[in-house]
């Protein structure tokens, strides 16, 4: 079941640190406009590695830079400040609750669940960088160790990159009101990231549409168990890792069936309909 814009933005955030805490990383959310960006030599470092991979991912994912990328370091206070503005401004209460009774109704969250609060809690705990189509800005978490920088750009500038030419916040709302088809788009998106962020880590060395079918799981590693993550009913990490397990599955699909990237981004004009075709990619190709 989909939940709210809010919820879902909010489970990008949370798998983006999920993997981060095992080398892979990413998702989609802003910081504040107004915050100033920080002046100091890690930052001038953190610039000049972003345009490093974000000129690499160009190249990788054969989509030119269109235009300037906003570029920042963000502290945990800022965070989350930031997730609790969002909350507020959030004008979808009504579906939330409607959400939310009914995941409670069908046993899958506790009664009176304090969701929100829960996902405060676990991205102020575990994010690591971000992008925001809204105000076309990646930022990163200032806690990210320089080894962790890189992996984290790669998967973030692919949203930028994709944002640039497909417009993906737009693109993924195009399939209101149907919430198993905007979970099907959000997989399109995190899942070619994921797929970028692999081919970027290996170097030169080959692409995933070169591997053999493998357990995206892998990926994940053991959660600990005194993280908040760990502590989410099941639910919540089902539809949270959807988007990038199934995902990553469904473009090593395509990629293998094409000529690569450059045909990839077909996809965008004419997308999955269904988690079915997610899961069962052959029935996407075969329309």
């Known amino acids: 079941m989909e939940g709210t814009d809010l919820v879902k933005r909010f489970f990008a955030g949370l798998v983006a640190a999920l993997f981060l805490a095992y080398g892979v990383a990413a998702q989609k959310v802003a910081p504040p406009a107004s915050l100033p960006p920080p002046a100091s030599a890690q930052s001038q470092e953190f610039l000049r590695a972003a345009d490093e991979v974000l000129a690499e991912m160009s190249k990788l994912i054969s989509l030119p830079i269109l235009s300037p990328l906003k570029k920042s370091i963000r502290s945990r206070e800022e965070i989350r400040a930031y997730l609790l503005q969002k909350m507020k401004e959030d004008k979808d209460a009504d579906k939330r ?18 969701l929100e609060q829960v996902l405060v809690k676990v991205l102020t705990e575990q994010i690591a960088g971000l992008y925001d189509p809204d105000s076309q800005e990646f930022f990163i978490a200032d806690w990210t160790s320089p080894a962790d920088e890189r992996p984290v750009m790669s998967h973030e500038l692919t949203h930028a990159l994709q944002d640039q030419h497909f417009h993906i916040d737009k693109w993924t709302d195009a399939a209101k009101p149907n919430d198993d088809g905007e979970l099907a788009r959000d997989a399109v998106i995190e899942g070619s990231a994921m797929a970028a962020m692999i081919d970027y880590e290996n170097a030169g060395k080959g692409s995933i549409r070169d591997l053999d079918d493998f357990d995206p799981a892998m990926l994940m590693g053991d959660v600990d168990s005194k993280s908040e993550l760990s502590k989410a009913p099941k639910v919540l990490q089902d539809e949270l890792l959807f988007p990038y397990l199934a995902g990553i599955k469904f473009t090593q699909h395509l990629l293998k069936a094409t000529n690569g990237w450059p ?12 988690t079915q075709q997610i899961m069962h990619p052959d029935l996407y190709l075969q329309g």
């Open 97 to 114: 609750y409607a959400d939310q009774k009914t995941m409670e109704k069908f046993g899958l969250l506790p009664k009176d669940y304090p």
């Open 263 to 274: 045909d990839f981004h077909r996809v965008f004009d004419k997308p999955p309909v269904s």
